[in-house]
């Protein structure tokens, strides 16, 4: 089972309102649970690595958590820093589809300025600058799906 199939049973989960839900294979064991507050947990190991190891579960952020910020791969953009995206979900660059964009490009922005937002589990996540600079380019188009650490802005420090 690869990360695209657990992503949509996590979203189809979501979607039919079970608070629970559990999926054995010979080699995969996934449990997915929801509660009050959205939170899911998703549990994936070999069989045989199971025995040996005690039961535990990865946490899906539920909450606003600031963007991971990285440098690119060396090229032209080698000067520039790259965030990304912390979770997996829905990319907007608006609050709202009748509010200004977040940020711009050309845009300078200070840490802790909010870039946009991204859904997940129907929880809207305020992705927030850990650099100062000048938004160069937006790598994501509006609500598009975003992956873990995938790049979202190109931010000029100087």
Not at 44 to 71: G, K, N, Y
Not at 117 to 132: D, G, P
């Amino acid at each position: 089972m690869d990360l695209k199939d657990i992503q949509n049973l996590i979203k189809f989960v979501a979607k039919s309102g079970a608070s629970e839900v559990k999926l054995e294979t010979d080699d995969v064991k996934i449990t997915i649970k929801t509660g009050s507050d959205e939170t899911t947990f998703v549990q994936q190991m070999p069989m045989a690595q199971m025995q040996q190891m005690p039961m535990s579960a990865v946490q899906a952020p539920a909450t606003s958590e600031p963007a991971a910020v990285t440098p690119p791969a060396e090229s032209e953009d080698s000067k520039y820093i790259t965030i990304k995206s912390p979770i997996i979900g829905t990319f907007y660059r608006k609050p709202s589809p009748d509010k200004p964009l977040f940020v711009e490009i050309g845009q300078t922005i200070a840490e802790g300025d909010v870039l946009c937002v991204i859904e997940a589990m129907k929880l809207f996540n305020e992705i927030e600058s850990e650099v100062s600079g000048k938004i160069v380019k937006v790598l994501v188009d509006d609500a598009s799906p975003v992956e873990f650490d995938q790049p979202l802005f190109l931010v000029d420090p100087s």
